[in-house]
């Protein structure tokens, strides 16, 4: 598959919180200012490119030659949240302003579904190692994306009159419902046409 | 002292009041079979780490706790995940990643680091029964709801004769598509969490 193929494929078409309903926790609850989704959409694109391209390495070099590619969840997670200690001992070492500001978030980007479930879709889709690179940072896209957008309709919100009891996480659930149904127009007819157009 | 069952079910119910966990409780509840295995599987797993995590505290240093406690829940969710491959293939098919990425589920992780690592294997036993059963109703009735909405069946495990599908008249012919698709799983938990927030609220008098 081509790079934008995968660019459209995970960004719009299959987007990681919206279609493939990953890491909806911190999606719905984490998002509340937009330096928040800065942050974190940023260390989730980097933990999730670099998480990827390791998992590849891994599968590759270790688990397939090994003959134990039923391992691939285990390894991968013990890695991923081995890159995250090791990410944080480095910051702190190297740029402790930056750690400052990364730090509450580094843990919960390790254990958010939306970096293993990234690794495990390259690794059982048999991407190549540039291309799981490519969906690594394409899905934290596609995870900005939809965080910032959400935010910008909880703001726009926030003076219209609402029933009480869909005051709050209800009204935000609905509204991404509707944001979903409106990324279904990226479809995979779009994704053809683009691919091989 | 917590009263042991409605804890987990009523008040601090894992899918619609603490909304931790939801990506099994969004994406395996389109179809009735698989939230089902999915609510069991999740159910052992929780069972199983939070027994487990109190014994082991001791022994981790902080640093490396998440690394440790993963890699606890990620072997056990490989277990379930090769289990379902065996036993039920169709069903590990359609849950597809959402099972090993029950290493990573918020709900076991926030039981382990949150409650149960420094409680008793006891109490993190009972902790763990009531939130999962908390969570294992929660889907069940979230996909009963847009299973019938969304293609008009339910599908059960199928037994003798018996195919495993019961058709609703009316809804098989013509099923309201949307509630199947991720988009319905957004609609129904909301509109869920909102009843069942109404419903607390009564009861409590907020």
Redesign the interface.
Known sequence: MSYIGILVSFTFVHNIV????????SF??LASSRKIIFVYGGVLSCGAALSSLTAWALYHGILLPLGVP?????IF??TI??L??IAGLLLDHLCPAFYAKVRDYL?LA????TV??VS??SV?RGYTVTESLTAGLCAGAGYFLAAFLLLTLKESMKNEWL?R??RG??????S???M??AF?AFDDVLLKNLVTG | MMKPFSWGVFDENPVLVSLVGLCPALAASSRVIDALVMGLALFVILVICTVISPLLDRHIPERLRIFAYTAITGAFASCIDLFLQALMPEVSESLGLFVPLLTVNALILDRILNFARTSSPDMAFWDALSMGTGFFLALAGLALIREILGSGTITLFPMGSFSGVIRIPGLFENPLRVFGLSAGAFFVLGYAKAAFDLYQGKGRRR
């Open positions: 919206l279609d493939l309903l990953m890491g909806e926790k719905l609850t039923y391992l691939q969840t285990l997670i013990l949240t081995g995250g200690i843990p390790a254990t958010n579904c293993l479930g495990l879709v059982r029933p009891p869909f996480v209800p009204i935000t659930l609905i991404a419902g509707l979903a149904l279904m």
